[in-house]
């Protein structure tokens, strides 16, 4: 079974993206920040085939999970959310970056990039 692991510090989109993704019938697991996201990554690393982060998390950025998960496994697709555009993103992290979305986030746009990637 393939997942998707949303990391994403603010408790309303993380609920809204869960509740949509579910209702489009993706597998989901979920993590609020850094912390939860390696803990997450390294249970269900297997199953994992997309990652859908904000860029600024709580005390961190997601370039740090991101790279860890991009290097574990070259595979894995990412889509990146951010408040800021990517003029504030490393460009060198940007490169490894399936999509980037600009929040606020149109969801059928998201889940457009999402069947693109499978």
């Known amino acids: 079974m393939n997942h998707i692991l949303v990391i994403e510090d603010d408790e ?3 609920f809204m993206l869960n509740k ?3 209702r489009h019938g ?15 990554w390294r249970k269900n690393s297997d199953s994992i085939k997309l ?7 709580e005390y961190k ?3 740090d ?10 595979l894995t697709k ?3 959310m951010s408040a800021s555009n990517t003029s504030e993103i490393p460009k060198n992290f940007m ?12 969801f059928t746009e998201l889940l457009e990039a999402i069947n693109d990637l499978s």
């Open 95 to 106: 490169s490894c970056i399936d999509f980037f979305f600009q929040k606020p986030i149109i």
């Open 12 to 14: 309303t989109i993380r």
């Open 78 to 80: 990412l889509i990146l």
């Open 51 to 57: 990652v859908i982060s904000d860029f600024q998390l």
């Open 26 to 40: 993706f597998n989901i697991i979920l993590a609020t920040n850094v912390n939860s996201a390696l803990h997450a």
């Open 61 to 63: 950025t997601a370039e």
């Open 20 to 22: 949509l993704l579910v």
């Open 65 to 74: 999970i991101l790279t860890i998960i991009k290097e574990a496994n070259p």
